[in-house]
């Protein structure tokens, strides 16, 4: 029906970057992607789960938490069925699995705004 698989997480230094993708596919997303508004998600080991990006349908309009706006940035490829999230300047407490989301409200923060979730890749950052 609806599939999301997350790539790119992995270990690197305090002060890096790595860049997540996150491949949506299934008859869900056939031709209607691009009316799906994306989020990237984290969450820690004992923690709940965290806002981290979201971008709406077209691309143009992007949000973000303050824990990492500056550091963090969504887009998207609607071509590709596509999303990415490019993390710079990563710190020990973005350490955590991050989640590729899919909803249809215009931009959201709330995690039950959204419909489909992939299945997380891990980002640690050691000090």
């Known amino acids: 029906q609806a599939q999301l698989v997350e790539s790119g997480g992995g270990l690197v230094q305090a002060g890096g970057s790595l860049r997540l993708s996150c491949a949506a596919s299934?008859?869900?997303?056939?031709?209607?992607?691009?009316?799906?508004?994306m989020g990237w998600f984290r969450q820690a080991p004992g923690k709940e789960r965290e806002f981290v990006a979201a971008?709406?349908?077209?691309?143009?309009?992007?949000y973000y938490p303050d824990s990492v706006k500056g550091r963090f940035t969504i887009s998207r490829d609607n071509a590709k069925n596509m999303v990415y999230l490019q993390m710079n300047d990563l710190k020990p407490e973005d350490t955590a699995v991050y989640y590729c989301?899919?909803?249809?409200?215009?931009?959201?923060?709330?995690?039950?705004?959204?419909?489909?979730w992939g299945q997380g890749t891990q980002v640690t950052v050691s000090s």
């Open positions: 989301a899919a909803g249809t409200t215009y931009i959201a923060s709330e995690s039950r705004e959204y419909i489909y």
């Open positions: 299934g008859q869900a997303f056939s031709n209607t992607f691009s009316n799906y508004a």
């Open positions: 971008i709406d349908w077209s691309g143009h309009r992007t």
